[in-house]
């Protein structure tokens, strides 16, 4: 049982929007500790430079995309481990079946409510405190 | 700033929504024009289903049933299972043009969207999504739930975050596996990823990566294995575990498994990388492993490659692969400025302050002047340090308003459309230097003339297909729409390819018209600038597109209220060009500070050609009252500014004064007579109509140095009123 306050957080999605949205959801449920990116190639130097415990990531962005991100993050040891959580913008089996072959912990279907992503993270976290 | 953070999270999200628009159209034009890639369609797909999912978020339903059927279609598109031809290009573009409707129409900003035309729409995109064959699902259907496809969260060990426990020590050093796949062990869908994986979890794993063997982008064979990985566990593990890992893919990779002499370092989980030295490089490896192995295909491949002699290669050469990350991955994106979005009315309030900081400065230099004190201290040169702080403030606040643009050129594709499909034309616009900058008040004021003007190339320039074809053009007519800078200005053109002015035409209408006398001979350079002349419009004759009750002369006047001028050229059968040049901000002015029967005025340095002072021989009188000075080799009016305005009478121009010849738009000259000329300067410009009212011969005004207020001249309106009392009959002409 985590401290939702304790789980440090990347947001990772190309539109603002998006990341204002996941960064106001998380902290409505407490995820506090939060940084963010602009698209998977930021989110890995952000990884490597701090590997975090949570990426929530949209799926479709430029540079480098959600599940390439997932299989760079995978492949890296010092990152391997992180949860990550895969947001899509429709529920497309082979996709989200794609992810879970290269080790994704969960996903989210856009649009979701704050009591969704909570249920996503605990999904992966148990439940947060 | 709203309280609920979701209504400010909204305000971002149509703002974003702008940007993503834009972006869906360039793209859409980009493959419109023959110049996009699998990359464009990616580019537009993702700004519709953005576009989507944002909308989602605020439950904006009718923008994201439009937005989803959108995407489906771009979706099928960017798998390459529908072809993007030209048809399909031109409904995505009309879709584009329905989408804004919607956005515009959730933002409460537009009018309702068109309903029957928003269906006819989704009609088209579906018939092109799904072939013949009926939709399989409303638009409206839910997507599919999540849970259908069984999904069981992976559970997160906290302790799987917690730092490595210190490597056991071993008998031996630590382990070393070179590991290069072959084509093989890909065509046997096998993963390497999984491999690495599989190896981390025997202990803490440092994986590097050489990507020295992926060739150039163009040659790159996805099929092959061009990538090799060396990776170090701790001693501890036990040997068998680690060929364990490999059993599967024994034979189809090149596999070296050594032991090093020498004991790596702890490894700590929070610590900087430890198998990255150099991150950058790192990185970008990582990141070419990332994306060849989403490229990695399951089909049979080409025979391997030459096995390159990784086992030989040092680590550091391994690290430090030359240029080939940069192919094989996406090239590391230049950073993109760092913005932050402010609000406008703080950076206006910030850009007045300025403007009364200069003027402020100004007072306190000239109050100082005035005073004893300035050579006794250090007071002059702390006032001249002063002025050159505030010039530079000054041009920094005003940098910030500064916009390009292409805020304004990215509407006008959708007028071209639209305008195009009315008159039945077929019309190709070309912008260039979207990027130039212009203060923002300027900017949006330039929407108007801009879309009149490009009304009026297409409806009256550009011939219809047939014609054109019969002209031996193209059917397809080009309009042209161009921003540059020219000393201190901004210049925008418009140009069509297509018949010209009809001279005949025009000059037929203003006689009609009673704008000029029947028998009046008219260079072809006048007939053209006839169109601008007020109560000159051939729209109501031609048709309805361009005029909407408004002729040139308006367009004319609204970007004179900009201090700005316009000039047409034009040449039978090739088409004409309209030029505006516009100031680049409203804000200041540079000027010549003159007085006049003890008046202070301000001339714009910009229209002023030379000052002079005029003897008696050059002054002549025309008709025996009205006065000209000899300029050159011309003639040209001597205005009495002071008596003209009406506020007094100027000096005797053989004795006293100083002339300034002006030139106003269009060539037309004066010379201004005042009593003497005070100096240059930089005056913050005041609206004399918000503050007062319209004067004629007055463009506004300003506060000088030693707080009084200052009239600045319109120079052109000053010109023209002159050349009306010299010739008769008028023809106000302008070019």
């Known amino acids: 049982m985590p401290a939702a306050s304790a789980i440090q957080t990347l947001i990772v999605d190309d539109q603002l929007t998006m990341r204002s949205l996941i960064r106001a959801s998380l902290q409505q449920i407490g995820v506090v500790n939060l940084r963010e990116a602009n698209d998977g190639e930021e989110a890995l130097r952000a990884m490597i430079a701090q590997p975090a415990h949570l990426v929530i990531s949209d799926f479709n962005m430029p540079n480098l995309d959600g599940l390439g991100l997932l299989r760079a993050i995978r492949a890296h040891p010092p990152t391997s481990k992180s949860a990550f959580i895969m947001l899509t913008g429709r529920a497309d089996k082979e996709l989200v079946q794609r992810a879970v072959q290269f080790g994704v912990n969960n996903y989210l279907v856009k649009p979701f409510t704050a009591g969704q992503l909570k249920e996503k993270i605990e999904g992966v976290f148990g439940p947060l405190t | 700033m709203t309280e609920d953070p979701f209504e400010a999270i909204k305000a971002t999200f149509f703002q974003e929504c702008e940007e993503l628009l834009a972006d869906l159209e360039a793209g859409l034009l980009a493959l419109e024009n023959g110049e996009g890639d699998d990359e464009t369609i990616n580019a537009v797909f993702r700004a519709v289903h953005s576009v ?147 190896l981390s979890r025997l202990g803490e794993a440092t994986v590097e990566i050489d990507a020295s063997g992926v060739p150039m982008l163009d040659v790159l064979e996805p099929e092959e294995g061009c990538l090799s990985w060396t990776i170090r566990l701790p ?98 994106v230049a950073q993109a400025p760092v913005t932050i979005r402010v609000d406008l009315d703080r950076v206006d309030r ?174 072809d350079e006048q007939i053209d600038n006839l169109i601008f002349m007020p109560g ?75 000052s002079l002072t005029p003897r008696a021989e050059d002054i002549h009188l025309v008709g025996g009252h009205t006065p000209v000075i000899r300029f050159r080799d011309e003639f040209v009016p001597l205005v009495d500014v002071a008596a003209t305005l009406g506020f007094g009478i100027g000096p005797e121009p053989a004795s006293t004064g100083v002339a300034l010849i002006v030139e106003a738009e269009g060539g037309a000259k004066a010379a201004l007579l005042v009593d003497a000329i005070q100096g240059q300067r930089q005056v913050v410009i005041k609206s004399l109509e918000t503050n007062y009212q319209a004067i004629d011969g007055v463009a506004a005004a300003t506060i000088l140095g030693d707080g009084r207020v200052a009239l600045i001249l319109d120079i052109d309106a000053l010109v023209s009123n002159t050349r009306r009392s010299v010739r008769k009959p008028d023809l106000k002409l302008a070019s």
Not at chain 2, 82 to 90: G, L, R, S
Not at chain 2, 548 to 571: A, C, E, F, H, P
Not at chain 2, 584 to 603: C, I, K
């Open chain 2, 52 to 198: 989507k999912g944002g909308a989602g978020a605020f439950g904006m339903e009718a923008l994201v049933r439009f937005a989803h059927v959108f995407e489906t279609l771009m979706d099928e598109l960017r798998a390459g299972r529908k072809p993007c031809d030209d048809a399909t290009i031109k409904t995505l573009l009309r879709a584009s043009d329905v989408l804004n409707d919607h956005v515009a129409a959730a933002r409460g900003a537009g009018a309702p969207v068109d309903e029957a035309r928003s269906a006819g729409l989704v009609a088209e995109l579906e018939a092109l999504t799904h072939g013949d064959a009926a939709p399989a699902a409303s638009a409206a259907a839910p997507e599919a739930d999540e849970d259908e496809f069984g999904f069981k969260p992976v559970q997160f060990d906290p302790m799987d975050l917690a730092p490595a426990a210190a490597p056991a020590t071993s008998g031996g050093g630590d382990w070393r596996i070179v590991f290069q796949p072959n084509a093989a062990l890909y065509a046997k869908a096998n993963d390497a990823g999984l491999l690495l994986r599989e």
């Open chain 2, 536 to 610: 000159f419009s051939t729209a109501e004759t031609i048709s309805d597109v361009s005029g909407r009750g408004v002729g040139m002369d308006v367009v004319k006047r609204s970007i004179q209220s900009l201090g700005g001028r316009i000039s047409i050229t034009s040449k039978p059968g090739e088409g004409s060009t309209f030029t505006m040049s516009l100031p680049l901000t409203l804000a200041v002015l540079d000027g010549m500070v003159v007085s006049s029967a003890e008046q202070t005025l301000v001339a714009p340095l910009a229209a002023i050609v030379e």
């Open chain 2, 350 to 523: 910030l850009i007045n302050l300025v403007g009364e900081l200069v003027i402020q400065q100004a007072v306190l230099a000239q109050r100082v002047s005035e005073t004893a004190m300035i050579r006794a201290t250090g007071v002059g040169q702390g006032l001249e340090d002063l002025e050159l702080l505030t010039r530079e403030i000054q041009d920094s606040v005003m940098a910030i308003r500064a916009q390009p643009v292409k805020s304004v050129f990215q509407r006008m594709p959708r007028l071209v459309r639209e305008v195009a499909q009315m008159t039945g034309k077929q019309v190709r616009l070309v912008t260039e230097g979207e990027a130039t900058e212009v203060d923002k008040t300027v900017v949006e004021r330039l929407a108007e003339p801009i879309t009149h003007m490009l009304r009026n190339a297409i409806d009256h320039g550009l011939e219809k297909p047939d014609k054109r074809v019969a002209a031996g053009k193209s059917a397809e007519g080009q309009v042209r729409l161009a921003a540059l800078h020219r000393s201190g200005r901004i210049v925008i053109e418009i140009s069509d390819d297509g018949a010209g002015i009809n001279r005949e035409r025009v000059l037929g209408i203003a006689v009609e018209k009673g704008l000029v006398e029947p028998d009046t001979q008219l260079s």
């Open chain 2, 235 to 332: 001693g501890a593990v036990d040997e068998a575990a680690i060929r364990e890992v490999f059993e599967f893919v024994d034979g189809d990779c090149d596999l070296a498994i050594l032991r090093d002499e020498a004991e790596a370092p702890p490894v700590e989980f929070v610590a900087a990388p430890v198998a990255a030295p150099a991150p950058d490089l790192d990185i970008t490896a990582l990141l070419a492993a990332a994306q060849a192995q989403v490229q990695a295909p399951a089909e049979p491949a080409a025979p391997a490659p030459e096995p390159a002699p990784v086992i030989a290669a040092p680590a550091a050469e391994a690290k430090a692969p030359p240029a080939a990350p940069e192919t094989a991955a996406n090239a590391p």
